[in-house]
């Protein structure tokens, strides 16, 4: 790809980007990119910095919490504007607790993530409906469910859903295989590639490395803040520091041929 079609692309450029919680660092100089019909996943252990960094990025860091750097999203620098600003252009968070309505149904819950582009009034808006039902047929069996009595699963599918009817050119994904099981993570995952046919740009943060690195076209390696590696989701497959740290031990020929569990 020449350089000019890469940066036509280019959907998220993060630059030097850092967070701290009063004094304490959580993210530090952290660069990354994430282009149109892409994958790209942030790995790491539990309290790298992988949420921050998303919530940086979406502009919805708490208030003890500041943030340096630039994030630029479409070639426009963002980092000042609000949570409900990077929405409404585009930008959308699937956090890890998921945030439904429980008490309320999944069609309700679904048709509230549309509620910014019928309130700008885009016609066709509720047609993105029919398009989340295609891609998550259980939502759609149990459209009319209370969304509290949904299964782990089924409860991340309506959240990914619900992302998806605001119809964003980003979506970022924090933890979707937290709780799950084996053959739900499996399903999930399958549906995350899927989504790479539709445009969408999607910047995924796991602690399943395997699972993520199969999905992914890049990815970056978080610890501790740092990003300490990145490169082609199949090259971190394969790299010694990631099996070891990562993907279980064993050598990089033996683990670059396993399945994701």
């Known amino acids: 790809m020449t350089t000019e079609n890469r940066f036509a692309d280019l959907v998220l450029h993060v630059e030097d980007l850092s967070?701290?919680?009063?004094?304490?660092?959580?993210?530090?100089?952290a660069n990354l990119e994430v282009s149109r019909g892409s994958i790209v996943t942030v790995i790491g252990a539990n309290g790298a910095g992988k949420s921050?960094?998303?919530n940086s990025i979406m502009g919805s860091l708490p208030r003890n919490a500041?943030?340096?750097?630039?994030?630029?999203?479409?070639?426009?620098e963002v980092g000042h504007r609000a949570v409900e600003q990077r929405v409404e252009q585009g930008i959308s968070l699937v956090p890890e607790s998921r945030e439904l309505f429980?008490?309320?149904?999944?069609?309700?819950n679904l048709l509230l993530g549309g509620f910014r582009l019928y309130r700008a009034g885009k016609p066709g808006w509720r047609d993105t409906l029919e398009e989340v039902y295609e891609l998550f047929p259980r939502l759609h069996e149990r459209k009319w469910q209370a969304a509290g009595t949904l299964s782990g699963g089924e409860r991340q599918m309506l959240a990914v859903g619900r992302a998806l009817m605001a119809q964003p050119r980003l979506l970022m994904l924090d933890e979707p295989?937290?709780?799950l099981a084996p053959l739900i993570v499996r399903e999930i995952f399958q549906i995350i590639a899927r989504?790479?046919?539709?445009g969408v740009a999607i910047l995924l943060v796991e602690q399943n490395a395997r699972a993520a690195l199969q999905v992914?076209?890049?990815g970056y390696v978080l610890e501790t803040g740092d990003i300490i590696l990145e490169g082609r989701a199949s090259d971190l497959s394969?790299?010694?520091?990631?099996?070891e740290s990562y993907l279980g031990l064993g050598t990089a020929r033996d683990q670059g041929a396993a399945q994701p569990a």
């Open 238 to 243: 394969k790299d010694k520091r990631v099996i």
């Open 52 to 54: 921050t960094l998303l």
């Open 19 to 29: 967070a701290r919680y009063g004094k304490v660092t959580a993210v530090e100089g």
């Open 216 to 218: 992914a076209d890049y």
């Open 66 to 76: 500041s943030c340096t750097g630039s994030v630029q999203y479409l070639g426009a």
């Open 102 to 108: 429980a008490s309320m149904s999944v069609e309700d």
């Open 177 to 179: 295989s937290l709780g």
């Open 195 to 198: 989504l790479r046919s539709t």
